[in-house]
């Protein structure tokens, strides 16, 4: 069974406090590793796509990383209007559905 | 370019009532998804349709669930005789086709069950 854990849970960053957002996995078969944005009353807004391990991808602030074990989200000099919660889910085998993990909740204060 | 619609965006109803929820993808997308995202929970896969066919519902709860997606209209989550343990947020994210790998959300119905 596919599984996804994303730490820490919760993360607390001053304007400018640039961190990173840690998604482990494990899936039999990776077709994909999937990063989204969630702010509250919304449903998911599609971030990124990885496929494959050493794949690295960037929007903006953020950029998004991958290894056989995990992936990282990196955000750099964070706004305040990146404050959201970010998920992580993969794709594996021959199977379409995402597993998700529970999500990093983001708080950038000004 | 409309992305994902879900109606209603919040239902209400009371236990032993049925909800039916209603998803339309994005203009040329013949592939659709359901989740549920409980309280303190994560967002968990029910079931994968195309047009006029279920390909996985292994997410799906044996009893009182159903879905469709019928060859015109929007894919339709049902569930009958709603509990309280129903009481969640169910998104659809539609897919362009099966080469395809990103899957785009709707807003999410909420429902809460009283």
């Known amino acids: 069974e596919d599984q996804v854990t994303q730490s820490p849970e919760a993360l607390r960053l001053q304007e400018g406090e640039s961190s990173s957002l840690n998604c482990s996995y494990t899936?039999?078969?990776?077709?994909?590793l999937f990063w989204y944005r969630q702010d509250p009353g919304k449903g998911p807004e599609f971030l990124f796509t990885l496929y494959s391990a050493g794949e690295e991808k960037e929007k903006e602030r953020l950029k998004a990383t991958l290894t056989k074990k995990e992936s990282f989200l990196h955000i750099t000099a964070p706004k305040p209007e990146d404050s959201a919660t970010y998920l992580c889910a993969v794709q594996g085998g021959s199977n379409y559905k995402l597993t998700f993990g529970k999500g990093t909740l983001l708080t950038v204060n000004p | 370019n409309a992305g994902v619609m879900q109606n209603p965006r919040h239902l209400v109803r009371r236990r032993g009532q049925e909800a039916r929820l209603r998803c339309s993808p994005m203009?040329?997308?013949?592939?659709v998804y359901w989740y549920r995202q409980l309280p303190e929970e994560g967002l968990k896969f029910m079931v994968y349709?195309?047009?006029?066919?279920?390909?996985?519902e292994s997410g799906m709860p044996k009893e009182r669930f159903s879905a469709e997606f019928p060859k015109e209209g929007p894919s339709i989550l049902r569930i009958q005789q709603v509990v309280r343990g129903d009481s969640a947020a169910y998104f659809c994210?539609?897919?362009?086709?099966?080469?395809?790998?990103?899957?785009?959300f709707g807003p999410g119905t909420r429902l809460l069950v009283l």
């Open positions: 203009k040329g997308h013949s592939h």
């Open positions: 899936v039999s078969g990776l077709r994909g």
């Open positions: 994210a539609s897919l362009e086709d099966s080469r395809s790998q990103t899957q785009y």
């Open positions: 349709l195309q047009k006029e066919n279920i390909i996985d």
